[in-house]
């Protein structure tokens, strides 16, 4: 096929060297899509107070505290600071339909005369039975003993010995303490 076969077939030298055709410009690229709403700001977990250990628990035949009831000085007056626990006492003593009666037991160093001791602890005992009657406890579900000098549980010769000795304890007498 000859050079007239070409041009017959459609095929133009032209169409190759002709000019260039003007191609519209590509279009834009999309636009991003919008950020997503930002997430609500959620507000801070609120801070959980450490639960305290109870201050006041059955034992056997003994309502324990971990701190003392705290009194003036040479005096059976309760002070301030110790009315919470005296709260907690009542509140355990109500709560526990087991416990029928307690004795108070009020405990001091062996500094001093021991007479005016035992006279002291005998007046703490009366003011916890007071300060629990106060709160609600049946004044027949309570007694109050002083025992003074007698019963000690740490060492009177040291300082420490002597704060563990003035206490006040609470012993259940009914139902009766079990037998050992």
Do not use: W
């Not at 107070?49 to 324990?64: C, K, L, T, Y």
């Not at 003036?72 to 087991?98: M, P």
């Not at 307690?102 to 005369?113: I, N, R």
């Not at 039975?129 to 002083?146: C, F, M, P, Q, Y």
């Amino acid at each position: 096929m000859g050079l007239l076969a070409a041009f017959a077939s459609g095929c133009s030298a032209q169409a190759k060297l002709g000019t260039p055709e003007i191609k519209a410009a590509p279009p834009p690229p999309p636009e991003p899509p919008p950020p997503p709403p930002p997430e609500p700001v959620k507000p801070p977990e609120p801070v959980k107070e450490p639960v305290a250990a109870a201050r006041v628990q059955v034992s056997g035949d003994h309502i324990n505290i971990t701190e003392q009831i705290q009194f003036d000085q040479n005096k059976a007056v309760i002070k301030n600071e110790s009315l919470g626990l005296i709260d907690e006492i009542a509140k355990t003593i109500k709560e526990n339909d087991k416990i029928k009666k307690v004795e108070v037991q009020g405990h001091t160093s062996a500094e001093g005369d021991a007479g005016a001791n035992m006279k002291l602890s005998d007046e703490r005992a009366k003011a916890v039975v007071k300060a629990l009657v106060e709160r609600g406890i049946d004044a027949k579900r309570l007694t109050s003993k002083g025992y003074g000098v007698t019963k000690p549980i740490g060492p009177n010769d040291t300082p420490a010995g002597r704060v563990a000795n003035r206490r006040v304890e609470f012993l259940i007498t009914d139902p009766p303490p079990a037998k050992k």
